[in-house]
């Protein structure tokens, strides 16, 4: 499986936006890749969760590295067209969604037990809200790129708030989701043992906390657009 269509090197040659959505662009990968663990974490089919959480790892080292050649070719002497301290801030908030999902591989791989079928249906809804605030948040650093080659025209500024928008909706619905499905576990008592209250808990506030960044990510986008 090819993760990256653009070569690390010229992604270093980019400017630190195009940088950016390369970053962005192997976030997403990650989360197809997500996608197909939860969807054999769904289906109690364990034997290629570990190969998967791998290759997720493979993903995060890249997109360390294009995090951290950003950085590092961003010197405070360059003049950037939009504050610095902001674009870094959103460049982290990115790189966090990255993170949680690694995270979450490797909780899912830790304690390979099936979810109790009550509460499927629950965490799927869950983790499809998490990765659609994944997708709508590389939306928005692609809608910052075409704010930044247009000048800030009105018209591309207009269109990135409407998508930032949508990823306020998203972590709103996420957060609803994420409160119902916590309830739902708690209240099944003695029928789960600790260990898997303690595990199923903490896989909702990892799906959640993805749409939390991905939606800092969109307030990092509205505050560079808002020159």
Same mark, same amino acid.
């Given at each position: 499986?090819?993760?990256?269509?653009?070569?690390?090197?010229?992604?270093?040659?980019?400017?630190?936006?195009?940088?950016?959505?390369?970053?962005?662009?192997?976030?997403?990968?990650?989360?197809?890749?997500?996608?197909?663990?939860?969807?054999?974490?769904?289906?109690?089919?364990?034997?290629?969760?570990?190969?998967?959480?791998?290759?997720?790892?493979?993903?995060?080292?890249?997109?360390?590295?294009?995090?951290?050649?950003?950085?590092?070719?961003?010197?405070?002497?360059?003049?950037?067209?939009?504050?610095?301290?902001?674009?870094?801030?959103?460049?982290?908030?990115?790189?966090?969604?990255?993170?949680?999902?690694?995270?979450?591989?490797?909780?899912?791989?830790?304690?390979?037990?099936?979810?109790?079928?009550?509460?499927?249906?629950?965490?799927?809804?869950?983790?499809?809200?998490?990765?659609?605030?994944?997708?709508?948040?590389?939306?928005?650093?692609?809608?910052?790129?075409?704010? %930044? $080659?247009?000048?800030?025209?009105?018209? /591309? !500024?207009?269109? *990135? @708030? #409407? &998508?930032?928008?949508?990823?306020?909706? %998203? $972590?709103?619905?996420?957060?609803?989701? /994420? !409160?119902?499905? *916590? @309830? #739902? &576990?708690?209240?099944?008592?003695?029928?789960?043992?600790?260990?898997?209250?303690?595990?199923?808990?903490?896989?909702?506030?990892?799906?959640?906390?993805?749409?939390?960044?991905?939606?800092?990510?969109?307030?990092?986008?509205?505050?560079?657009?808002?020159?």
């Amino acid at each position: 499986m090819k993760f990256m269509r653009t070569p690390i090197i010229e992604t270093l040659r980019k400017s630190p936006f195009e940088a950016l959505k390369d970053h962005a662009d192997i976030v997403c990968e990650s989360g197809k890749l997500l996608t197909e663990v939860f969807n054999d974490l769904l289906q109690n089919k364990f034997e290629n969760i570990d190969e998967r959480r791998k290759n997720i790892e493979e993903l995060e080292l890249k997109a360390d590295y294009i995090k951290s050649n950003i950085r590092n070719h961003l010197p405070k002497s360059v003049k950037m067209p939009v504050d610095r301290g902001v674009f870094l801030s959103l460049l982290s908030e990115i790189d966090k969604v990255e993170d949680i999902i690694q995270d979450i591989t490797e909780w899912i791989s830790i304690r390979e037990k099936p979810i109790p079928e009550n509460l499927k249906e629950d965490f799927k809804q869950l983790f499809e809200k998490a990765l659609e605030s994944v997708e709508y948040a590389k939306k928005a650093v692609e809608a910052l790129n075409l704010v %930044i $080659e247009s000048s800030f025209s009105e018209d /591309e !500024r207009e269109k *990135t @708030k #409407k &998508i930032i928008g949508q990823l306020h909706k %998203i $972590e709103h619905e996420s957060d609803l989701m /994420e !409160r119902a499905l *916590t @309830k #739902k &576990i708690f209240a099944m008592g003695e029928s789960l043992t600790a260990a898997a209250l303690f595990h199923l808990s903490k896989l909702v506030f990892l799906l959640g906390d993805i749409a939390n960044h991905a939606e800092n990510a969109g307030d990092r986008v509205r505050a560079l657009v808002a020159k």
